[in-house]
């Protein structure tokens, strides 16, 4: 909004730092946080009240059965305040950063109704598996398509940048330029796995208290650093990155969705006053994912994130295992309750889940000089 002020009037002395991103990044932070902490308590009350409770897995550690009737859906918490920062600090004239906007409350939308079909309507599993794909697979199209076409050849080509390439280009980690420009068909397939992927390995993250709002926080900010300098043609040609036009917007997104993040950690750190729920894991994973596609960084998604591919992985391996062997890899999956059945305390798990998080995020803005 301010910036929309700042590029129709004409606005004095103090009110022209609303024109830089960086200050409104700083701003929609903070501005996320505050709106968490003042409305925190009231949306806890108020989710009890309507009865949106966990329900603990029977087969899980017997340490979580204490956590059962625990608020849940504290996405809404996290989304609406995102959502408030975004609005009132970015500039609602930048395409990729209100399409990263609206998809991500579209996912927090299915997220929803599966954590409905499960706390209120009782279906044990949520809502149908099926139709949660299918829904989730017609919104990340739908993002790549409105993408790809609205981001023609011309807009990203940035003036007076060495480096050339095309919509579909794929850039890896330590290689300047383009490493192979994708086929249209063979793109989109490829972004879709990565949305759905990023999103519902953040989703099996969320399995104890702080542990998925934690490390999402720490991506965020990874990815809010790679998209303001990917959007400054300036500092991406100095470190042989792909410049982006405009999308150092994006910088106010992760801001703001890294300051919801830690107003909702102070309700969710052990013992947790609320959970997340799928309204909020399936839309934090999607924005990660979504992201990555519109800064040209989607191998690094997977550095960043090692902590969600692990998780992810170990169920992978552990019901691949179980169909092809009879045997189990991991003592249970995903990967934090192995280590609670191992003797691990569950703050022990998360804070060094933390650890390891912030060790890929060092890991990965390392990678931007190194091309």
């Known amino acids: 909004m301010f910036e929309f002020i700042y590029s129709h009037f004409e606005v004095p002395g103090f009110f022209r730092l609303f024109g830089y991103v960086s200050f409104r990044a700083l701003l929609a932070g903070l501005g996320a946080m505050l709106f968490s902490f003042a409305i925190g308590d009231r949306m806890i009350r108020y989710l009890f009240q309507l009865k949106f409770k966990e329900t603990i897995r029977e087969d899980g550690p017997d340490s979580h059965q204490v956590k059962q009737g625990t608020p849940t859906m504290g996405g809404l918490l996290i989304l609406l305040c995102l959502a408030l920062a975004s609005l009132l600090f970015g500039n609602w004239g930048n395409l990729h950063f209100m399409l990263l906007l609206l998809c991500t409350l579209l996912f927090g939308a299915i997220g929803f109704m599966d954590d409905y079909a499960k ?141 919801a993040g830690v107003g909702f950690l102070w309700f969710n750190c052990s013992p947790a006053r609320i959970f997340m729920g799928d309204t909020g894991s399936l839309a934090l994973g999607a924005a990660l994912g979504m992201v990555a596609i519109i800064i040209k960084k989607e191998f690094l998604l997977v550095l960043a994130g090692g902590v969600f591919v692990a998780e992810a992985l170990s169920v992978i391996i552990q019901v691949g295992s179980y169909k092809l062997r009879k045997k189990r890899v991991f003592r249970m999956a995903p990967l934090h309750h192995h280590f609670e059945l191992q003797g691990w305390p569950e703050t022990r798990v998360v804070i060094r889940f933390w650890l390891v998080g912030i060790i890929l995020a060092l890991l990965t803005l390392s990678t931007l000089r190194i091309q």
Request: glycine content about 8%.
């Open 119 to 259: 706390v209120v309507l009782g279906r044990k599993n949520g809502m149908n598996a099926r139709m949660k794909m299918i829904l989730t697979l017609l919104v990340a199209f739908a993002f790549c398509a409105i993408y790809y076409i609205f981001t023609p050849l011309h807009k990203l080509a940035a003036e007076g940048q060495s480096i050339s390439y095309n919509t579909t280009s794929l850039f890896l980690p330590f290689y300047k330029g383009p490493f192979v420009d994708l086929w249209v068909w063979v793109a989109f397939p490829f972004w879709i796995l990565v949305i759905v992927g990023s999103s519902h390995a953040v989703n099996l993250t969320d399995g104890l208290d702080g542990l998925a709002i934690g490390n999402v926080s720490i991506v965020a900010v990874t990815f809010g650093i790679m998209a303001y300098i990917t959007g400054t043609p300036i500092a991406a040609d100095y470190l042989n990155l792909p410049a982006v036009p405009d999308v150092h917007e994006l910088s106010v997104f992760m801001a703001a969705l890294t300051g």
